[in-house]
């Protein structure tokens, strides 16, 4: 996931009671601080690379008066059975229309905003599955350059990739809902809403978990009997007022992570 981060809190809730290391390390100045710039950081070099490899591949999807989504029933059920195939663990096989493309843009995000693209061998897997045969290779060279050594230990793990040991390593996103803003019979350009989690959950992390809100934007492209993505690009929020919750402590996100799954997005 590249996902991104806005500060804009209006009010902030320290976590309550003072034993656990993971919430403490929320209270100093300068673990905040440097959780913030992770955050940014990440942001930043992602966006950076995704931007570099979506050049030349503006033009794919022809735009179609009246395209946007109904406003009052874009997620809507619609009946229509969900996709049962996979491709590298990536749903796949979905619907040649509008419908279709949402579904596959949800299921894009998730896998672009996963801990599995900080390893080469499993990016690169996750590249081929869902990008258009034409651009894998830009997108492979130029987040190959993103995803480095240096990169991933400002992260806070190690040279390639994996998570120091005793930390449980959090890079996740979940679509709230998506929106065609323009589509014709073979590409689509789909936004997709999402919340991130990203950080490292372990006793005395100085990078712990934290939420964001971001917009995906992609171009589809109908090839190979599928929807594939031609460009890719966020920005901030919407991002709504932060709740007044107490923030769990590093076994409870760890192990949040590790027994909740993920969904599968069709309409």
Excluded at 164 to 190: E, L, M, N, Q
Aim: hydrophobic share 35%; with cysteine; net charge negative.
């Amino acid at each position: 996931m590249s996902p991104g981060d806005d500060a804009g809190q209006t009010r902030t809730r320290l976590p309550e009671g003072g034993g656990d290391p993971y919430g403490g390390a929320r209270r100093g100045g300068r673990s905040s601080s440097r959780s913030l710039v992770t955050v940014v950081g990440v942001v930043v070099l992602l966006i950076a690379a995704i931007a570099f490899a979506n050049r030349g591949g503006g033009d794919s999807a022809a735009e179609e008066g009246g395209g946007d989504s109904p406003k009052s029933a874009a997620t809507a059920p619609s009946g229509e059975k969900p996709v049962k195939a996979e491709s590298a663990g990536i749903p796949s096989g979905y619907a040649h229309d509008r419908q279709g493309a949402e579904s596959a843009a949800a299921n894009y995000a998730v896998a672009l905003g996963s801990a599995e693209m900080f390893s080469k061998a499993r990016r690169d897997v996750i590249l081929q599955s869902i990008i258009v045969p034409a651009r894998v290779a830009d997108f492979e060279e130029t987040l190959d350059r993103a995803y480095t050594p240096e990169f991933n230990q400002n992260v806070g793990l190690t040279d390639d990739g994996t998570a120091p040991k005793g930390f449980t390593f959090v890079s996740r996103t979940s679509p709230i809902g998506t929106k065609v803003t323009s589509s014709s019979a073979d590409a689509a350009t789909v936004e997709v809403w999402c919340s991130g989690l990203l950080g490292l959950a372990g006793e005395s992390s100085t990078n712990p978990v934290t939420n964001s809100w971001f917009t995906i934007t992609m171009q589809l492209e109908w090839t190979t009997d599928d929807w594939k993505i031609v460009t890719h690009s966020q920005k901030d929020g919407p991002t709504p007022v932060p709740g007044d919750e107490r923030a769990s402590s590093a076994d409870e996100m760890a192990k949040a992570v590790e027994e909740y799954g993920g969904f599968t997005y069709a309409r």
